[in-house]
């Protein structure tokens, strides 16, 4: 019979028993919110009157802020208020933001008049109207920010076997499971939720992702006696700012031609003793130019600001090397964060898969993830051992290879969206009925596939891609910022996509015209707009090509580098 240590440890606290109730925690937070997303664009226009293009603004922003406030909530629960109470925070915000949203469906007064079909009129929300729906907007984007930056690593702190080391098996099976439920709980989310808001209306449909985000609470705090509830420590974002700052401050300081180990501070059990010679100028952080007044003598720096260690110089540098590949990953995410425009198209189309049955608009997007999970299981599972069982060794592509292949595919769908939606257009202007908003064009929705398939695979390849990219690349040291880069790409992305819709919007309205991009589905050319996505998602590609030129070989898998094959066991 096998014991397992984890709940028999030193540390009565923790273990096991913990793990269910924080990733049921974040399971019920990430079912509620995207229960409340794919719909959106279709409350606002329908029950706040909006515009298109300004609801799918807001839509942008907040989804900008929800991706960016975790790497907030990251940096103060490790350098201040610690992951417990940045989780409870996360939980109370989050819903209290989701029952204000749900108050919009209830109370009197909180939205405009319907609009006047036969006087084609419509009475725009007053500010008094608008502002307790952006309060829930940034209530919940807080409230999501303090729970999934604070989610995962609480967990892993609950498997502290009280000596300081963590069992590798279960913090594995951990990580698994945790992406697993949190996985399921969005396709839970974009099915069943959203058809709940389709056939039972925007009170049921609201409703129910509030008492869903009850349960996350009462489920987190249910258990909080027994959790690990570790105090917080100085956060590695600081350090880096000190490389800037040590490297200003010392701009003046020239560097000697030929250094020793010596002339740079570095800590204690170091395995780094001098600096790299790229980005040069930030080695001047690090030298020590008098050690009777730099260092303390137990050889610690007597000035931080003025002099920092070897390790912390070169993390900085790490990161900056990264970034150009970073941003590669904006305008993927940009083609993907079109979703409300996908609600509008789907709307108009024929969505039945049954006489008496038919997909909700907003749960169109179920085939990328399915894509994604599907193709994941069949590339590690299939196609990776049937490779290497031909070769005779381990075999995989490189992260160069993966991340350009994204592109290619994210390239792909958007050309295979443009398409079918210049054939939707003409299809409804052939039909008549191009002047009615809620008119359904005799064309499948299922048309919609070529492009969420190939999306699905875009994010399969370039995505995950990015973050194993981060992992391999960065220092272990900076795991933290590691996890929270592909977020801060997310959230870059949606500012950029309504950069570039706005400007077409203004820009194709111009001279009394109607734009690419109206309320009316059916009046605009969102195919034009695609195919500007089109264009630019090339451009990206291209762009890609350059910084993977210029940056040189990757590393192997994490924490390891193989030959200059760019990190591969050996090339498929």
């Not at 005799?442 to 919609?448: I, L, N, P, T, V």
């Amino acid at each position: 019979m096998i014991t397992e240590p984890l709940l028999i440890n030193k540390n009565p606290k923790g273990g096991l028993r913990t793990l269910p109730f924080i990733i049921a925690n974040e399971a019920f937070e990430r079912m509620a919110t995207v229960g409340f997303t794919p719909n959106m664009i279709l409350y606002l226009c329908r029950e706040y009157n909006m515009e298109t293009t300004p609801a799918t603004n807001i839509i942008f922003i907040w989804t900008a802020a929800t991706n960016f406030l975790p790497i907030v909530g990251a940096l103060l629960a490790d350098s201040y208020v610690g992951r417990y109470r940045m989780i409870g925070f996360g939980c109370f915000t989050c819903l209290l933001g989701m029952v204000l949203l749900w108050s919009t469906t209830i109370l009197p007064g909180a939205k405009p008049p319907a609009c006047d079909q036969l006087r084609n009129g419509c009475e725009s929300a007053t500010w008094s109207q608008l502002m307790p729906l952006y309060f829930a907007f940034g209530l919940m984007s807080l409230g999501s920010g303090g729970i999934r930056s604070s989610s995962l690593a609480f967990g892993a702190e609950q498997l502290d076997k009280g000596d300081g080391t963590k069992s590798k098996g279960a913090l594995q099976s951990y990580f698994s499971w945790y992406y697993v439920f949190v996985s399921a709980s969005s396709i839970v989310a974009v099915t069943c939720i959203v058809y709940i808001q389709d056939n039972l209306g925007w009170k049921v449909g609201f409703g129910v992702p509030a008492v869903i985000m009850l349960l996350s609470a009462l489920t987190f705090f249910l258990a909080s006696p027994f959790y690990v509830k570790s105090k917080a420590n100085t956060s590695l974002l600081p350090g880096l700012a000190q490389v800037l700052v040590a490297s200003f401050k010392n701009r003046r300081t020239k560097l000697p031609t030929q250094a020793t180990e010596e002339m740079y501070h570095h800590g204690k059990g170091s395995m780094r003793l001098m600096p790299s010679e790229n980005l040069r100028f930030l080695n001047k952080a690090c030298m020590v130019k008098h050690p009777e007044q730099d260092l303390t003598p137990d050889g610690r720096a007597s000035n931080p600001s003025s002099l920092c260690t070897v390790e912390q110089v070169e993390e900085l540098k790490a990161l900056i090397k990264v970034i150009p590949i970073w941003s590669t990953g904006i305008m993927i995410a940009v083609t993907i964060s079109q979703s409300s425009f996908l609600v509008l198209q789907a709307s108009s189309m024929d969505r039945h898969v049954t006489p008496n049955f038919e997909i909700p608009s907003g749960s169109f997007t179920i085939f990328a993830i399915l894509t994604l999970t599907i193709w994941i299981g069949l590339y590690d599972r299939a196609l990776l051992p049937l490779a290497s069982k031909i070769k005779g060794k381990p075999c995989q592509l490189s992260l160069k290879l993966r991340m350009g292949i994204g592109l290619l595919f994210s390239t792909a769908s958007m050309t295979a969206w443009a398409i079918v939606e210049a054939a939707r257009r003409s299809i409804a202007i052939n039909e008549g009925i191009s002047d009615d908003l809620r008119a359904v064009v005799q064309m499948s929705a299922m048309w919609q596939l070529p492009y969420l398939v190939l999306s699905g695979l875009a994010m399969a390849f370039n995505m995950i891609g990015q973050t194993e990219f981060y992992y391999t690349e960065l220092p272990k040291s900076m795991s933290s910022i590691a996890s929270t880069l592909s977020g801060a790409g997310l959230s870059a992305a949606n500012l950029v996509a309504s950069l570039i819709m706005n400007a077409v919007d203004d820009i194709t309205k111009r001279g009394g015209k109607g734009g690419w991009i109206p309320s009316n589905i059916n009046k605009g050319h969102y195919d034009y707009y695609y195919w500007l996505l089109t264009a630019l998602s090339m451009a990206n590609f291209l762009y890609y090509l350059a910084c993977c030129k210029a940056y040189g070989p990757f590393k192997g898998r994490v924490g390891t580098a193989f030959d200059d094959k760019d990190g591969m066991e050996e090339e498929c």
